[in-house]
């Protein structure tokens, strides 16, 4: 087997475009709207469902992963890298679906669904900060920021120093 399967590929790109919008521009973007300012509702709107679509995706993509035929795991030459890169990948996973979690706790502690979707016509709460979820939710983009640029340097480790082209197990192609 030389290649994952194309759902486990495609989804692979499509929610690593998807979190790394999250992270580094719908989050943010949210965070620096006071809540009540009147296009925050609508921006935590967009983020709320693409954060449950992230979630969805993610969960298709861990089955696939647990039910589909995978490459052997990558060889980086050291043992502890190879530890490394396999604890990196659970993390990925791990870090997501509690970034995904908290999420929904957080919209459920501050009555978000009811409020967006329910379109209750309540105000915001005034401050997310007394929400424990809230705190949660912003550690976790930190550490899950740290842990995929540690996946990226190991994507170029391989691509730049070992050039074996690990990258082209996460691409479309003949899988024998
Ligand atoms: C931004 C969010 C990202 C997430 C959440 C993510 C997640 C993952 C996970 C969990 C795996 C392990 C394969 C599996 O078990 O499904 C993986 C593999 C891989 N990722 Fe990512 N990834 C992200 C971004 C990237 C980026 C930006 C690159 C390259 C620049 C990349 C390159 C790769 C490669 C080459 C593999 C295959 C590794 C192997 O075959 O052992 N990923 N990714
Ligand atoms: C993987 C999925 C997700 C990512 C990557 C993500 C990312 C972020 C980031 C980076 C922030 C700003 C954190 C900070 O500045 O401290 C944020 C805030 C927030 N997110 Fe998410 N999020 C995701 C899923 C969700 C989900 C599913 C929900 C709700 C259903 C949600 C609700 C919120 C709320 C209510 C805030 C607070 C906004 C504020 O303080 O003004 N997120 N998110």
Redesign the pocket.
């Known amino acids: 087997m030389k290649r994952y399967h194309p759902v486990l590929v495609g989804l692979h790109w499509l929610v690593a475009a998807?979190?790394l919008i999250?992270?580094?521009i719908?989050?943010?973007g949210?965070?620096?709207?006071q809540?009540d300012d009147p296009a925050?509702l609508f921006g935590?709107t967009g983020?709320?469902i693409?954060?449950?679509a992230?979630?969805a995706f993610?969960v298709v993509r861990l089955i696939m992963r647990l039910v589909a035929k995978a490459p052997p795991a990558a060889d980086a030459g050291h043992q502890a890298l190879n530890l490394g890169a396999r604890a990196a990948h659970i993390g990925l996973y791990v870090l997501?679906?509690v970034?995904?979690?908290?999420?929904?706790g957080?919209?459920v502690s501050?009555n978000?669904?009811q409020i967006a979707f329910g379109q209750s016509g309540a105000p915001l709460p005034a401050?997310?900060?007394v929400f424990p979820a809230?705190f949660v939710?912003?550690?976790v983009?930190?550490l899950?920021m740290i842990l995929i640029a540690a996946h990226i340097a190991g994507w170029a480790y391989h691509q730049f120093y070992l050039r074996d082209g690990l990258i082209r197990r996460m691409w479309f192609g003949k899988r024998m």
Do not use: Q
């Open positions: 998807m979190i999250a992270l580094f719908g989050g943010p949210l965070t620096a709207l809540n925050k935590l983020h709320m693409w954060g449950l992230i979630g993610m997501v679906l970034m995904v979690a908290s999420g929904i957080l919209a501050a978000l669904f401050d997310f900060a809230r939710h912003g550690a983009a930190t899950l």
